[in-house]
């Protein structure tokens, strides 16, 4: 099993500018979360969907985040525009259970984003 | 909304035993998991509590005690790759999960 997927590993990018982080959850989990670590304010989640669909996205500061999850395969936390205080590790997880399930999640290795 | 408690540093020696507790408020409780993250890693699954008692894991364990909001992990016979951050997560039966701030552990020899 590959564990879940995550591109680019790294991004640098300038202020202004679209940023788009890529995820593919373990197969078979109907469950996908989107998270955000910084130093300050340590590990937050964004959004969370089941079975492809947003069920909770309070968690995104504002609008310049957008996530989709087209598939069961795939999905995409977007940033535009980015601004320096969006840098940051963003994990991807995806869990085996549905939303009252058990809590098991799996996280991807991050993307670290640099936004100057 | 929910709020987590838990230690910022804890410091042990190898071969010991450390607890880490946390404490938690929330709505619509649902269960408490644990997570292991080393320096520039991802978090790991490590342990998650539903009903009061505890779950034995290895060297780990992890205790709930859903009337007092509280929990605690415990690591035995502690190595020095140990060493690393520990998180409290609470789970709402929205599914929705909440990560406390992390405690970091240091395991000198």
């Known amino acids: 099993d590959a564990g879940v997927i995550q591109s680019p590993r790294h991004e640098v990018t300038e202020m202004g500018q679209e940023v788009t982080l890529r995820c593919k959850p373990i197969s078979g989990h109907n469950s996908l979360f989107w998270y955000r670590q910084t130093m300050m304010r340590g590990l937050e989640l964004l959004i969370y969907f089941n079975n492809n669909v947003p069920i909770d996205d309070s968690g995104m500061p504002e609008d310049r985040f957008s996530a989709k999850m087209p598939n069961a395969s795939f999905s995409t936390l977007k940033i535009q525009p980015s601004e320096p205080r969006d840098s940051a590790v963003y994990f991807c997880a995806s869990s085996p259970r549905g939303l009252a399930g058990g809590e098991t999640q799996y996280f991807g290795p991050g993307t670290r984003l640099l936004v100057l | 909304g929910q709020s987590l408690e838990q230690p910022s540093e804890v410091t042990a020696v190898e071969g010991a035993i450390v607890q880490i507790n946390c404490t938690y408020q929330t709505s619509g409780f649902y269960g408490l998991s644990w997570y292991q993250q080393h320096d520039g890693g991802a978090p790991t699954f490590l342990s998650y509590?539903?009903?009061?008692g505890l779950e034995e894991t290895g060297r780990f364990s992890s205790f709930l005690s859903r009337s007092d909001s509280y929990g605690y992990l415990l690591l035995q016979e502690l190595q020095m790759k140990d060493s690393a951050s520990y998180f409290c997560?609470?789970?709402?039966?929205?599914?929705?999960?909440?990560f406390g701030d992390g405690t970091t552990l240091t395991v000198k020899p």
């Open positions: 997560a609470v789970k709402t039966n929205a599914g929705k999960s909440t």
């Open positions: 509590n539903a009903l009061d």
